[in-house]
């Protein structure tokens, strides 16, 4: 790795995945990175690890990294945890100093009410890098983020959403931990008692207009349905939609996600994979009347989200960038050649991940991103998941947990469905690849570059079912193993995080 590279050759993508590897991980760009944060603090407060958690390339545009820092606290038996996000941007001057601007009131708001400690400032900026620092609570876009940050302020909020508790009752005191932090895009927060007897944990998501409120209606009606037809698979109901914080709260599950599960296989995972495509069958039925108005999304709308998430890959891995692209096209004129049935009631974002296994049974989360569309790409989506973590993790296996998968959803779904969903698995295989495979990780070319192999094989066994002529692959190299056995141990180093 260089010692040295041009900010704007990176950013434009001329300096490939080498300059993205060297703005991340090089010791001057982390060197650069962690004075800024340490004089963002109050002393005594030291600056401890900054974990890398994810990084996004936007050609021509931006590189944003979000970290999570420790900060140690002389004098106290407690370190704290902060979320970061680093931008590193193409414009000039003048558009920094307009987005430093928007920031000032929101930071100064977050210092009165005490909520910005051990920071004495949550915004820096550094015109020679091109770099902006942001940590937690500080967002333009979501203002209420500093106040729903104030655990005084969440002791009233859970309070009047509270039921059962007498006015002369003492309202629980919750500690308040950032779980997601992405500026401009997306907020949850934890709030969990200092004493358990006084309640239980409670998540709050954090949106902007009346998201949360379509949000709430949707996830409500959506338990609703799953109790009665669910077969045993339930969903989590939103306990609140507060609309002046525009904030929807949810309660705390036990157990952890299908995808922790996957890493021990046996008849009861299959048997939880089989009851969550049963269910996911029964959330496909739910009545449109009882949904409510849904925005509608089709197989145009979707590859045209899937070509902006993976147009990194033309500029990073040119030939794997054009076969990405080649693969979006052979899957728009494949799917005019398949059976069509009218759009129905989808998930959006169905995957291992969203669906908790609790000791009560399997329970589906996160119903932000619910629409009007073809079942199929639910489908297609959990499929491909499914696909890209037992190649992340070097598992065998990955056609028994589908097989069981599609046990469950199968019985009574048009044949035509089944077959769209694998073309929807190949096209969410690019989209998740693109987003999910960490820039930071030393395999990242050949983990992305198999993946996408693996997608063309997924479309060309579709052309083979339909007896059609089978596309040469795009990619060139095998299938079957991963590039090599160190870049199969790498995905839990990556999960954990680059450090500096």
């Not at 300096?15 to 005594?44: F, H, K, N, V, Y």
């Not at 820092?69 to 680093?86: H, M």
């Not at 299908?258 to 890493?263: T, V």
């Not at 049963?278 to 197989?299: C, I, Q, T």
Request: hydrophobic share 40%; aromatic share 6%; proline share 8%.
């Amino acid at each position: 790795m260089k010692a040295t590279l041009n900010i704007t050759d990176v950013l434009s993508g001329r300096a490939r995945l080498e300059g993205i590897r060297w703005l991340l991980l090089a010791p001057a760009p982390r060197r650069t990175l962690r004075d800024q944060l340490e004089g963002l603090l109050s002393a005594p407060a030291k600056l401890g690890w900054c974990r890398l958690r994810r990084a996004r390339f936007k050609p021509g545009r931006k590189l944003t990294a979000y970290y999570d820092v420790l900060v140690r606290r002389e004098g106290t038996a407690r370190d704290c945890a902060r979320p970061v996000a680093v931008t590193w941007e193409s414009d000039g001057p003048a558009g920094r100093r307009h987005a430093m601007a928007d920031l000032a009131e929101v930071q100064a708001e977050a210092i009165r009410q005490g909520v910005a400690a051990p920071f004495r400032q949550l915004a820096t900026e550094l015109p020679a890098w091109r770099m902006r620092i942001q940590v937690s609570p500080l967002d333009a876009r979501f203002p209420q983020l500093v106040r729903l940050s104030d655990p005084r302020y969440v002791r009233g909020v859970l309070a009047a959403g509270a039921s059962g508790l007498a006015s002369d009752e003492p309202r629980p005191r919750y500690a308040v931990t950032a779980i997601r932090y992405r500026p401009g895009q997306r907020h949850v927060l934890r709030y969990d008692p200092q004493d358990a007897a006084q309640g239980g944990t409670v998540f709050a998501k954090l949106y902007t207009g009346e998201d949360g409120a379509r949000v709430f209606h949707v996830a409500t009606r959506v338990g609703e349905w799953l109790a009665e037809h669910g077969q045993g698979v339930t969903a989590v109901r939103p306990v609140a939609c507060v609309v002046g914080d525009r904030v929807v709260l949810y309660p705390g599950l036990s157990g952890g996600p299908l995808s922790d599960l996957l890493r021990r296989p046996g008849r009861g995972v299959a048997r939880c994979l089989e009851r969550v495509g049963a269910a996911l069958h029964a959330l496909h039925r739910l009545p449109l009347a009882v949904a409510g108005p849904l925005p509608r999304h089709d197989l145009a709308a979707e590859v045209s989200e899937v070509a902006r998430a993976s147009e990194h890959l033309g500029v990073l891995l040119p030939s794997v960038g054009a076969a990405a692209s080649a693969l979006l096209d052979r899957a728009q004129a494949l799917h005019a050649r398949l059976p069509a049935e009218p759009p129905l009631f989808t998930h959006g974002d169905f995957k291992a991940e969203h669906v908790w296994a609790t000791p009560g049974g399997p329970t589906l989360i996160d119903f932000d991103t619910c629409r009007l569309g073809d079942p199929a790409l639910d489908v297609g989506k959990f499929l491909a998941h499914l696909r890209l973590w037992h190649l992340a993790h070097d598992q065998a296996g990955l056609t028994r947990v589908q097989e069981r998968f599609l046990a469950g959803y199968a019985p009574g779904a048009p044949e035509g469905r089944l077959l769209r969903a694998r073309l929807w698995e190949a096209v969410e295989l690019v989209k998740i690849t693109a987003r999910r495979v960490p820039l930071f990780d030393p395999d990242w070319a050949p983990r992305t570059r198999q993946a996408i192999r693996r997608a063309g094989a997924v479309l060309r066994e579709l052309e083979r079912t339909l007896g059609l002529p089978a596309t040469p692959p795009a990619v060139p190299g095998g299938l079957e193993a991963p590039p090599t056995r160190r870049c199969a141990r790498r995905p839990e180093r990556a999960r954990r995080g680059a450090r500096c």
